[in-house]
């Protein structure tokens, strides 16, 4: 009985060894297939972000030219008090408009951003330290 008790674990532990070594290696399957899963993902999204940067830099000289052009007519437009004594009551009150709009969604932005209607959150501990 001891013999065949000996040699069932000697069998148990061979089988236990390659059941050990196959799931090793299909570890190092698996590890090998994540990897190169992971790389070529890697490398779709290194291309999708050289085609972004480069359609949205290809236009840039065109657009700073067109920035400074609009930039310079502006600034002559207001310099100019010609122009402004010749605007009407509907251009003025249009442009005071767009001014209030801009300053509104600044002060909306600034109200989501503190998440608070009124004030910054001051942790406690941080303004006793600087007095």
Request: glycine fraction near 6%; aromatic fraction near 10%.
């Amino acid at each position: 009985m001891a013999g065949i008790s000996r040699g069932l674990s000697g069998a148990f532990q061979a089988a236990r060894s390659g059941f050990n070594s196959f799931l090793r290696t299909n570890k190092e399957a698996r590890a090998k297939a994540a990897l190169n899963t992971l790389e070529q993902n890697e490398a779709k999204v290194s291309s999708a972000a050289a085609e972004f940067i480069a359609a949205t830099t290809t236009y840039l000289p065109q657009r700073w030219a067109a920035a400074r052009t609009e930039f310079k007519y502006v600034i002559s437009q207001v310099t100019n008090l010609t122009t402004l004594s010749n605007l009407t009551v509907s251009q003025v009150s249009a442009g005071a408009l767009a001014v209030f709009e801009v300053y509104g969604f600044f002060v909306v932005g600034e109200i989501l951003g503190k998440r608070q209607l009124i004030g910054y959150p001051v942790k406690p501990h941080a303004a006793a330290a600087h007095h």
